[in-house]
């Protein structure tokens, strides 16, 4: 299965807001509202920052949100922070059992 | 609380065996699913399989299947992760991660800390 397409990296000012988006396909993103998004700090362990395309973990700030259109789903970062610089990852659901993520976003707080 | 406590890390030579482990605790083991992810270096993730250990069912990424065999055992709420001849091209950080949400086999949740796999001659 192939990967999510994400852009490789992205970037913004603090107190901006920055998009990251995650394209796929009627058999990943388009045909299931599985999506979810992960950030990742360097040398650490992922954490879940939106599920099921649109919702929040508890804890998470609601300077981050998620939406879908098509084939396509999106994080937005809100009121960046310096903490905020770090890798982002979207997945989705695949069908079946399955599970597929995207390449990832370095995302730079500048 | 929920935990994922993984072992620790593995140096091996390429055709060796291994088995990494990923325990749990804070709840009820049997009725989640667990995810491995594979991170190699400088690179991003992937998914590997999953497990839902109440009935040992998987689901396996077809880039890993035949490749890695994930099993589970529910008297000591653990979960491996395991090959059987390594390669150099396994080296890498691998995740456990539990599922949650209304797909629990669709979302990684809850993650262990890792366990580096080192795979050279």
């Known amino acids: 299965q192939s990967a999510l397409t994400q852009p490789p990296s992205a970037s913004g000012s603090p107190g901006q807001s920055v998009t990251i988006s995650c394209t796929g396909t009627?058999?990943?993103?388009?045909?299931?509202?599985?999506v979810s998004w992960y950030q990742q700090h360097p040398d650490k362990a992922p954490k879940l920052i939106i599920f099921?395309?649109?919702k929040r973990p508890s804890g998470v700030p609601d300077r981050f949100s998620g939406s879908k259109s098509g084939n396509t789903a999106s994080l937005t970062v809100s009121g960046l922070q310096a903490e905020d610089e770090a890798d982002y990852y979207c997945?989705?659901?695949?069908?079946?059992?399955?599970?597929?993520f995207g390449g990832g976003t370095k995302l730079t707080v500048l | 609380e929920v935990q994922l406590v993984q072992s620790g890390t593995e140096v091996r030579k390429p055709g060796e065996s291994l088995k990494i482990s990923c325990k749990v605790s804070?709840?009820?083991?049997?009725?989640?699913?667990i995810h491995w992810v594979r991170q190699m270096p400088g690179k991003g993730l992937e998914w590997v399989g999953n497990?839902?250990?109440?009935?040992?069912?998987?689901g396996y990424n077809p880039s890993f299947q035949g490749q890695v065999t994930i099993s589970a055992d529910r008297s000591t709420s653990t979960a491996y992760l395991q090959w059987s001849s390594l390669e150099a091209s396994d080296t890498a950080i691998y995740y456990c991660?539990?599922?949650?949400?209304?797909?629990?086999?669709?979302?990684?949740?809850?993650w262990g800390q890792g366990t580096l796999v080192s795979v050279s001659s």
């Open positions: 997945s989705s659901h695949a069908g079946g059992n399955n599970v597929v």
């Open positions: 099921e395309v649109i």
């Open positions: 804070g709840y009820d083991f049997s009725i989640y699913w």
């Open positions: 009627h058999r990943n993103v388009g045909g299931y509202n599985y």
């Open positions: 991660s539990r599922g949650d949400g209304n797909c629990g086999s669709c979302t990684p949740w809850y």
């Open positions: 497990i839902y250990p109440a009935d040992s069912k998987t």
